[in-house]
């Protein structure tokens, strides 16, 4: 092997590695250092001595599992995350069975309108959350909102939307509106890659094109099924523009309602970083435990069936 | 029986008993897929389609007119828009432009360079470096912005451009992306044949490559524009000076001085129904020669 030849293997075997030198160290910055830093700041905390003046008075100490034992039996934290969860038993399913459905609708032979509709349903993903909450948030609101005036003059009762029960669907209503779309795409998507050969002998076979949804259509995109709902579920647990948009709308909406909002709040409103590092680190675990729950579950049951 | 659905059942005819019923079930049943999806789209356009009429109404005819009539204030609203505090508003749009289109570049190039070497190298740790990358998605966005504003803050980089920029350069998504359109639009032997040709593996990648990736890189770059626009959570804990603030958090501080006020609606509906026009326009736009599936990675072969 010549020396020039030698030097070009070099080359194409470092290539790579400096190809990816720029993302790898946003991800040292951006990512991994973040982390580190904020699982350090979650074993800390300050102490006072004295009354707290003068330099050295307040000075960070180690707080072992301190930080964790208080935000594990904060009962404000516990509280936002039911409340979370519970949003999130709403928003999950609906979002993803409107999803599932507009895309096997695409999909169907001879609908009318789709590129229409598919682009319509499609559109509030391009809408920022906080506008999409604030648009509805006005549209909830009596004296603005065309529901309210439809209800007032059929003489029907008129339902506080931002209070109570109902805030829960309202807050919903602004998930599921933004998320749909987007959701139906990747759906409708992966639909599009089944060939159609596949159904040919399914239709010779005399199955109806509802039996060929649920039959052959649901099955086959199960994975990207999976997908969509493994990261919705990380989304829903981290659940912070809309309510914090609505708070200003009504009272309803404490600075602690979902378990972001009071990291937040404990952040930078009551300047307790070290707590809300230890929340953040807890939230997260509970995301990722979650998350990859419902992988290793649905896997699980994938296995069995083709084992079957 | 119409002699319509004599002539579509005839080729059926003898071969499967019953197929005569089959046209105008099918007919029916796609009238319901036809309806379903109509009613969805006019759920999605219902919120665009009241902000378009609210903001053409002055602040009294908000509140006294039926709300899908349209008003006459839609000028006089736009003025007084650009009106509020010297046109701080131009400033906030100008802004998100800024953050989701040059942020949007930048993440592009890394995305495309990174996509690309996972996707044509074979390398030690290759699957090792992008299961890392690729675990960033999973990341909750709190964890990462309190302690990257923490960290922004020793650096005395915090209420800064860069400080909403550069955290947000580097996109997982995007660079998943990319290594499927790489992997799919880069044929092998046009690299081996370039490289039989003598030139270096960054003009290999700049001159050949690149440009086949485009299609997908567009894709790319929308989808980090759009993440960009929409982000709130980052400039929310990263700014204070609201010269600095995106079209989102502008809004925002807008909507917490405007709610007790009902005079400020009219403000706070024109600027939400002209923060919605660039994205809605650039979707519009980019839909003619662009189609969605590539966001979930779509490749055609």
Avoid: H
Wanted: proline share 6%; hydrophobic share 50%; glycine share 8%.
């Amino acid at each position: 092997m010549t020396s020039t030849a030698r030097r070009k293997s070099y080359g194409v075997k470092g290539a790579p590695y400096a190809f990816l030198l720029p993302a790898t160290i946003l991800f040292a910055l951006f990512f991994a250092l973040p982390i580190g830093y904020a699982i350090w700041l979650s074993f800390r905390k300050v102490q006072v001595s004295g009354l707290g003046l003068g330099s050295g008075a307040r000075k960070e100490v180690w707080a072992g599992l301190e930080n964790y034992t208080d935000a594990l039996s904060d009962s404000e934290l516990l509280n936002g995350a039911l409340r979370v969860l519970g949003y999130g038993c709403i928003v999950v399913p609906v979002m993803l069975g409107l999803a599932l459905l507009f895309a096997l609708m695409l999909d169907s032979e001879k609908v009318r309108l789709a590129p229409f509709t598919r682009l319509a349903i499609f559109l509030p993903y391009a809408i920022p959350g906080v506008v999409a909450a604030l648009l509805w948030g006005f549209l909830y609101l009596p004296d603005v909102s065309p529901f309210y005036f439809v209800l007032d003059k059929l003489g029907l009762p008129q339902p506080d939307l931002l209070d109570g029960g109902p805030l829960y669907l309202a807050l919903s209503n602004i998930a599921v509106w933004g998320g749909t779309g987007f959701n139906m795409i990747v759906i409708y998507t992966s639909l599009q890659a089944i060939p159609a050969e596949v159904y040919e002998a399914a239709k010779l076979d005399g199955a109806t094109p509802l039996q060929i949804a649920l039959r052959i259509k649901i099955p086959m995109v199960a994975p990207s099924l999976v997908l969509t709902f493994f990261f919705s579920i990380i989304a829903t647990l981290q659940v912070f523009n809309e309510p914090t948009t609505l708070k200003p709308l009504t009272n309803s909406v404490s600075t602690t309602w979902s378990p972001l909002m009071k990291v937040y709040r404990d952040a930078f409103g009551e300047g307790d970083i070290y707590a809300a590092a230890a929340q953040a680190v807890i939230i997260a675990l509970a995301t990722l435990v979650l998350s990859f729950g419902f992988l290793r579950a649905a896997n699980r049951r994938n296995k069995q069936e083709a084992a079957r | 029986m119409s002699s319509l659905a004599l002539r579509k059942a005839a080729p059926a005819a003898g071969t499967t008993p019953g197929t005569a019923q089959g046209p105008p079930l099918r007919r029916r049943i796609a009238l319901v897929p036809t309806v379903a999806l109509l009613l969805g789209a006019l759920y999605c356009l219902l919120p665009v389609a009241w902000v378009v009429i609210a903001s053409t109404k002055s602040g009294s005819e908000l509140f006294s007119t039926f709300t899908f009539l349209p008003g006459t204030g839609f000028t006089e609203n736009l003025s007084d828009l650009s009106a509020y505090r010297d046109g701080v508003y131009w400033q906030w749009m100008g802004n998100s432009a800024l953050y989701a289109g040059l942020g949007a570049l930048l993440s592009t190039a890394v995305s495309s360079v990174s996509g690309y070497a996972l996707a044509t190298y074979r390398f030690r740790g290759r699957e090792a470096i992008f299961n890392v990358l690729l675990a960033g998605v999973l990341m909750p966005p709190v964890i990462l912005a309190v302690p990257q504003y923490l960290l922004l803050a020793q650096a005395n980089l915090t209420d800064s451009y860069l400080s909403v920029l550069l955290p947000q350069i580097l996109s997982p998504y995007g660079v998943y992306l990319s290594r499927i359109y790489a992997a799919a639009a880069v044929p092998a032997d046009v690299v081996e044949a370039a490289r039989m040709d003598g030139a270096n593996e960054w003009r290999i990648f700049t001159r050949i490559a690149l440009p086949m990736m485009i299609p997908g890189l567009v894709t790319v770059f929308l989808f980090q524009f759009v993440a960009v626009w929409n982000n709130f959570l980052l400039p929310f804990i990263m700014l204070s000076d609201d010269e600095k603030f995106p079209i989102t958090l502008g809004l925002y501080t807008l909507l917490e001085q405007g709610a007790n006020t009902p005079a400020l609606y009219t403000l706070l509906i024109t600027g939400a129904f002209l923060a919605v026009l660039p994205l809605v326009a650039l979707f519009l736009v980019v839909q003619r020669f662009w189609s969605l599936d590539l966001l979930s990675g779509a490749v055609k072969s």
